[in-house]
């Protein structure tokens, strides 16, 4: 099986107090900040966008620093949007799903259940749909009516060495995505876990649809990883100084995850 290289491709970030991020937390504890990214899987075969983050518009609307098109990350990297035919959504919140007009030529992968969740009733309460931009629900709908969405009803296959997991408690429909790479199975853990510290320390994320769930999901995440180090969390500003950009200039733009992460100044 041809491994793939895997990248990180940050776009926006946005300070946060510790109980925006942490159900519980202190309101002492230091503020955070928590990064945007989308991600990008290839070997000499495929090409493969896990995501598609949110643009400008939605970075004003929201309060968040937008620092580049997640597509002039994809660019940086010799990937044109336009010409990108398989992307993974591994959810419908505004901050993975708000660019996919960019991808004009791909093929949406996303779970059954998601988007039953994204038009059902939990909807009317704005506790459940305020990460959701309704907008963005209704284009991927007509997306479906154009034949370009592939769902699937759980563990599934979308090529040799890439493979996506639903994982209960964020959302009902979020999927994380296993990918081969050199060093083995890496997990692209989306927000089944936003930090490095909602898996390692058990400490939940506030936007939750089921909090045992969530819980559940972090073992599933582990399990699913050749080994716990290789899941990579979904906001952490950390995954930008435990891994290295592929080039300097792609410097605080872009990290290449397969490779052992930097723990304690060290490499695992």
């Known amino acids: 099986m041809d491994p793939y290289e895997v990248y990180a491709i940050r776009y926006a970030t946005v300070a946060r107090a510790a109980g925006e991020n942490f159900i519980g937390a202190d309101p002492h504890e230091a503020a955070m900040r928590l990064d945007y990214y989308v991600w990008l899987a ?13 643009n400008a518009d939605a970075a004003r609307r929201r309060k968040r620093e937008f620092l580049r098109s997640p ?9 044109d ?24 030529q791909a093929n949406f992968h996303l779970q059954d259940r998601e988007m039953s969740y994204a ?7 704005g506790f459940f749909s305020s990460a959701y931009e309704v907008e963005e629900v209704v284009a991927m709908v007509r997306q479906v009516y154009q034949g370009r969405v592939t ?22 429909g979020l999927q994380a995505v296993r990918v081969w790479t050199r060093i083995g199975w890496l ?14 320390a058990g400490r939940p ?20 990883a050749s080994a716990p180090r290789h899941v990579v969390p979904g906001h952490d ?9 592929p080039a300097p200039a792609l410097d605080g733009i872009a990290v290449r995850l397969d490779d052992e992460p930097i723990i304690g100044g060290e490499r695992a």
């Open 187 to 200: 997990v692209l853990a989306s927000d089944a876990s936003h930090y490095y510290a909602n898996m390692e």
């Open 151 to 172: 769902f699937h009803d759980g563990d599934a296959e979308i090529a040799p060495g890439v493979t996506v997991h639903p994982i209960g408690g964020h959302t009902l």
């Open 205 to 224: 994320f506030p936007i939750v649809a089921e909090v045992t769930k969530m819980a559940d999901g972090w073992r599933r995440l582990k399990e699913l």
């Open 42 to 54: 290839r070997n000499s075969g495929r090409t493969i966008v896990v995501d598609t983050g949110f």
């Open 119 to 125: 038009t059902g009733r939990y909807m009317t309460i």
């Open 237 to 245: 500003p950390l995954v930008m100084r435990r891994y290295r950009a």
């Open 81 to 104: 949007a336009d010409t990108v035919d398989t992307v993974v959504l591994t959810h419908l919140h505004y901050d993975h799903v708000g660019n996919f007009d960019l991808f004009p």
């Open 71 to 79: 597509a002039d990350g994809l660019k940086r990297l010799g990937v």
